[in-house]
């Protein structure tokens, strides 16, 4: 009885969580995907996942993914530490202004090319 027990936890535990809010940003070579999703009680909690799509030495693609799971009580302290980061960079960054407008350049190209790219043709990527 106690592997049942075992069996039904492991079952739980690997269902997906439900994803109650996502946003994906494009940008340059990297996808961005902010997901709000739930925990057990129902409480949000936010993924940060980057995407970078690359390619092995027989020429197939695949997927890098980096994610960061972040809750609720870390919010402010992270939003905090981000805008912190993102400021210093702007006021101290001596190539600032170059890099955001090349950065800008590359959006529109990229934008002009795959517009029609859904959220779905994406979802074997994620985890």
């Not at 995407?51 to 993914?65: A, D, T």
């Not at 919010?75 to 955001?100: M, R």
């Amino acid at each position: 009885m106690m592997e049942d027990g075992i069996e039904k936890k492991e079952e739980f535990n690997n269902q997906p969580r439900e994803e109650i809010f996502s946003e994906a940003v494009r940008a340059g070579k990297r996808t961005y995907f902010f997901d709000v999703k739930a925990t057990r009680r129902n409480d949000y909690y936010l993924t940060i996942t980057e995407s970078k799509k690359k390619f092995n030495r027989e020429g197939n693609s695949f997927y890098e993914k980096h994610k960061i799971f972040l809750y609720k009580e870390d919010f402010e302290k992270f939003a905090a530490g981000l805008t912190s980061a993102i400021d210093y960079i702007k006021k101290n960054n001596p190539q600032g202004d170059a890099v955001e407008h090349v950065s800008n350049n590359s959006e529109t190209k990229i934008e002009e090319k795959f517009t029609n790219i859904e959220f779905e043709d994406l979802e074997e990527t994620k985890s």
